[in-house]
């Protein structure tokens, strides 16, 4: 019998002018495990039995650093980041060895051991080896660091021009199922099979809807629609993860004089907004310009996108110094 059942029927192929996905991942030599900066060759040495691995308990953040027009370089929410590290391990009941100030501490370190002015960040928490059943409380718990290079996770062209979505077949996960708060490693599937399945219909990305057909949330990203001037992202009590980003965009939107309203959104609101956007670390605030066909506005990227976006790059790179308190400097 054949693993592969050949290539799917029916594919339209990728989107020439948006590619990702294909590139091998350049990565930092140096990684940090458990409190100290080790070789990558200590990674490749992860035992098979790693729990993780089997049964997908795990947690892990992403996390970019930027390079600022003075030369320097910042973290952007890192403490942030390893907060919601550390509530992710809670909601799976694991206990890392190290501390949130360890793996803040590790981060900047791990930039600066493998001279990184710029780049993402992904601290993962694991159950190692030990028991093999499905319960296995007293495996150790490992906490790594890992930093690679990305440039704009859905193509750079994308900030500019937008993307095109698809309401995807799959839902996001029930609250009774999963922990939407968390970012668990195991839960990733859903957003890779909605991805998945967008890529190969043509689109760029999935945008989700919940069980009982509110729109949830992108593969990766938090969305939000602009309606006559107003905001409107989905509130946290539906099945998101709760989006740094979107907190940032929010604070911002509002600083900007705009109302954000955090309520539940129908599958047509998203195709008559004025704006829709995505909002995430790696996918940072990406226009979207048409969902399951449907042109939204005038179907390039919208003045309140415009304007939020450079805001957001302008803290970011540390251009805009109204936010200090989101960047760390390594
Ligand atoms: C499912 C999901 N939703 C939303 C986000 C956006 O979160 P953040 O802005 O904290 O990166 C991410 C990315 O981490 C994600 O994986």
Known sequence: MLWSRGAPRGVRG?????????????????????????DWKVAGSTSLLTHTLHYGVGAFEGIRAYRRGDGNTSIFRLQDHIVRLAESCHLVMMKPRVTVEQIVDGCLQVLRENSMSEGYLRPLVT?????????????????????????????????????????????RHHINVAFAKGKLVGQYINSVMAKQEAKLDGFDEAILTDVN???????????????????????????????????????????????????????????????????????????????????????????????????????????????????TRV
């Open 213 to 327: 057909g509110y729109v949830s949330e992108g593969s990766g990203e938090n969305v939000f629609i602009v309606k006559k001037g107003v905001l409107t992202t989905p509130p946290l009590s539906a099945s998101i993860l709760a989006g740094i980003t979107r907190e940032t965009i929010i604070t911002l939107a509002r600083e900007e004089g705009l109302t954000v309203k955090e309520e539940y959104i129908t599958r047509d609101e998203l195709y008559l907004a004025d704006e829709v956007f995505l909002t995430g670390t790696a996918a940072e605030v990406t226009p979207v310009v048409e969902v399951d066909h449907r042109v939204i506005g005038t179907g390039q990227r919208g003045e309140v996108t415009r304007r939020l976006q450079a805001r957001y790059f302008d803290i970011v790179k540390g251009k805009d110094d109204s936010h200090p308190e989101w960047l």
């Open 127 to 171: 159950i190692g080896a030990g028991a093999m059943g499905v319960y296995a409380p007293n495996n150790p718990i490992e906490t790594y660091i890992i930093a690679w290079k990305w440039g704009a996770y859905l193509g750079a062209e994308a900030l500019d021009r937008g993307i095109r979505c698809k309401v995807s077949s799959f839902s």
């Open 14 to 38: 990728e989107n020439p002018t948006i590619r990702e996905g294909s590139a091998m991942t350049e990565h930092g030599d140096k990684i940090w495990k458990n409190g100290e900066i080790v």
